[in-house]
């Protein structure tokens, strides 16, 4: 009955329950993962790859008008890359998207800090900010058009409208969910209210606020597109209604699809970053493997 009942024998056969009636050193099975388990990429690989077979043989047997095929969008995409326009619509969007999101990151964060720590300030906020996540943002444009015309501010308002709410609701839920004994445990020796907010409630509340920054992501996207479909039509929204009124299809498709390869980066930029920021996740998620 010591240390040496913990160290693992070389074969099943000898162990032998203890006086406790638990057996040690006897690692449970692990389930036999599939090769394609091991290999989602390959999954991931071949369905797209289907679709776009599938969508090259179907979009062929139609009008052009209608539906395009990926050969004749690729073509359409290098003449828009040869001409320029669609680096400078995709710069004119990204200038939009970039200051607005981080306009939303700074103000939702520090207003979703602020709510989930001070009951004063969450009964006095609470109210606006819910009433105006159910709002929709296109309800609100004509407003936004007339007071800040339909230059590139409008657009940075509708983006940072756009984000801010699920990083104000998603950080007001992490600091809330702040274990309270543990704060009293930090408070019983002697750490300041400052102390307490940084070294304690706002780590326990990054992954709640990088849940929120990946939801931001997708939304801010939609909403530069809509600020650019209602306010000046320039950007890849502007492009997307300028080749659908001239019925461009494969041409139409580039914006759309560049949109959606913009979307995926930057969630992608968000899934690093919050793996970066919260190391002790991925160790938990490997641990539960």
Known sequence: MGIERLVPSTTTDTLRPEADGLIYGLTPPRADEGFLVRHPSIIRG??????????ELYGR?????FLSYPVAIAGALVDLVRSGELLQATLQT?????????????VGIGVGFLMGRYRLVSLALD?????????PSVALIPLIQLWFGLGVTAKIVIVAMSAFFPIV????????????G???VVRAYGATPRQISMKVV??????FIMAGVRLAVGRSVIGVVTAEFFTAISGLGGLVIIFSNAFATAKLFVPVLTLVALGLCLTSL???????????KESERAAAR
Do not use: C
Request: charged share 10%; net charge positive.
């Open 169 to 180: 609701i998603n950080t007001f839920a992490g600091v809330h969910n702040t274990s309270q």
């Open 127 to 135: 109210p606006f900010v819910t009433a105006l996540y159910n709002t």
């Open 182 to 184: 543990l704060v009293d």
């Open 61 to 65: 047997a139609l009008n052009p008008v």
């Open 46 to 55: 071949v369905s797209v790859l289907a679709v776009l077979v599938a969508w």
């Open 202 to 207: 706002l780590p326990n509340s990054v992954p």
């Open 270 to 280: 968000a899934k690093w970053a919050e793996r970066r920021m919260t190391p002790w």
């Open 94 to 106: 990204l200038r939009a998207l970039v200051i607005g999101f981080v306009i939303a990151l700074v």
